[in-house]
């Protein structure tokens, strides 16, 4: 969620409008919400990895713990993957069996992404930034002021602090020098960019050409062949946000209030009809699948409303959390306080809402329990494991999880 609808924080925005001012005014609650994070999000993690929708700044210094609350493409598949572990202040790698392959040294480490982990020599201000693959070798040394994830191949990187942003591949070496200074991950081929001098935003291809020039006032994110976009509007006309493909041509006229991305063939859009008809799911034609509705006191937390493995979370009408099909029909009953999307097949799930001796489980696609409410924050899963607080609040001892429950890693007692 990247573009500009109602709320924003630096450089990645998001939200949907409504034409009534009281709708309105919910509506910009609920994706301010959603701007603060996932359910789950409690500020205390085991990663600090930057989703693919992360979007750097050559102006802005970005914080390693600046998220976004969406559901991105995943890049998981079957790609050797390590996971961050912290003990004493330094950070290091597990395998799936809980073994450390790369003992406790780093200043940070994020999960693996595209068979690499990213890490951190020195302070968030003044380190360097890396890579390791899973045999805990350090492929790319520590030298960069910022470094993204790996993205189809790609790392959005900057030399110096503030610096201008490209892109380099797995060497480490330069593929598309630096020459932005706005840019965010490649996804489907393309990534948003910003050139010096200019707020207006087009696409690069991954030779560092725009196939899509400069003229958007959003970043562009493609998923499933569209990106929501929005062009400045002509003074006095109200601004409408429709859909581009990968031309950047309007494949889906601009008529929304607020247009976010698609997910499973569905993206959630406002419209300017009555009274019910404010939210609704499009299709990759624009056609409306179903109209749906937000509780009047709105959801009791921040939640990921994009369809993952068939599901999306949404409010019911007392703002407790469940999961609805591509009907718009609760298939999961809004019984919880907090959720997660699907992932592997399980949903992090809380009943109790955020606060002392709240406890995290994880449901399958029917709604039952497989992994009984035992923690103090769960994430989703990925990999095969998932990073878990092993003690309800106020206690803290991370650890990891298999779809089980099994654990197969915790922080040793002691200072973290």
Same mark, same amino acid.
């Given at each position: ?169 797995? @060497?480490?070496?330069? %593929? &598309?020098? $630096?020459? +932005? !200074?706005?840019?965010?991950? #490649?996804? =489907? *081929? /393309? ?15 991954? @030779?560092?050409?725009? %196939? &899509?020039? $400069?003229? +958007? !006032?959003?970043?562009?994110? #493609?998923? =499933? *062949? /569209? ?32 247009? =976010? ?34 509780? =009047? ?120």
């Amino acid at each position: 969620m990247i573009s500009n609808r109602i709320s924003g924080v630096t450089v990645i925005r998001a939200g949907v409008a409504l034409l009534a001012i009281a709708a309105l005014l919910a509506i910009a609650a609920l994706f301010a919400a959603l701007l603060a994070g996932c359910g789950a999000s409690d500020g205390t993690t085991i990663s600090t990895a930057l989703p693919s929708t992360t979007v750097v700044s050559a102006a802005t210094t970005v914080s390693a713990s600046t998220t976004t609350s969406t559901t991105e493409p995943s890049n998981q598949g079957s790609e050797p993957a390590l996971f961050p572990i912290r003990i004493e202040g330094r950070w290091g790698y597990i395998n799936r069996e809980g073994e450390v392959v790369v003992d406790p040294q780093f200043d940070d480490a994020t999960p693996f992404q595209e068979g690499l982990g990213r890490i951190r020599v020195g302070d968030e201000d003044t380190g360097r930034y890396g890579f390791v693959d899973a045999t805990g070798t350090v492929v790319i040394s520590p030298q960069f002021a910022w470094a993204n994830p790996f993205s189809e191949g790609l790392a959005l990187a900057r030399e110096e602090p503030n610096g201008l942003i490209g892109y380099i591949d797995k @060497s480490g070496a330069w %593929v &598309i020098p $630096p020459q +932005f !200074r706005n840019s965010a991950d #490649f996804l =489907e *081929g /393309l990534a948003p960019a910003q050139t010096e001098g200019s707020d207006l935003t087009g696409c690069i291809d991954h @030779s560092g050409r725009f %196939v &899509i020039e $400069p003229r +958007f !006032r959003d970043f562009l994110r #493609f998923s =499933e *062949g /569209l990106a929501p976009a929005e062009e400045p509007p002509t003074p006095g006309e109200r601004l409408r946000i429709g859909y581009v493909d990968k031309t950047g041509s309007w494949a889906i006229e601009p008529q929304y209030l607020g247009a =976010e991305r698609f997910s499973e063939g569905l993206a959630l859009v406002g419209l300017s009809g009555g009274a019910g008809e404010n939210l609704a799911y499009v299709d990759t034609r624009g056609e409306i699948a179903f109209f749906i509705d937000l509780p =009047e006191g709105g959801p009791t937390s921040s939640f990921d409303f994009n369809f993952s493995e068939g599901l999306a979370a949404w409010p019911g009408e007392d703002g407790r959390l469940g999961f609805i099909d591509k009907t718009g029909s609760f298939v999961i009953p809004p019984r919880f306080a907090r959720v997660t999307a699907f992932s592997e097949g399980l949903a992090a799930v809380s009943l109790d809402a955020e606060g002392e001796g709240s406890a995290w489980g994880y449901i399958d696609a029917d709604g039952a329990w497989v992994i009984e409410p035992q923690f103090g924050y769960a994430r989703a899963f990925q990999h095969g494991l998932a990073e878990v607080n092993l003690e309800t609040r106020p206690g803290y001892r991370p650890g990891y999880v298999d779809h089980s429950g099994q654990v197969i890693w915790q922080t040793p007692r002691g200072p973290n």
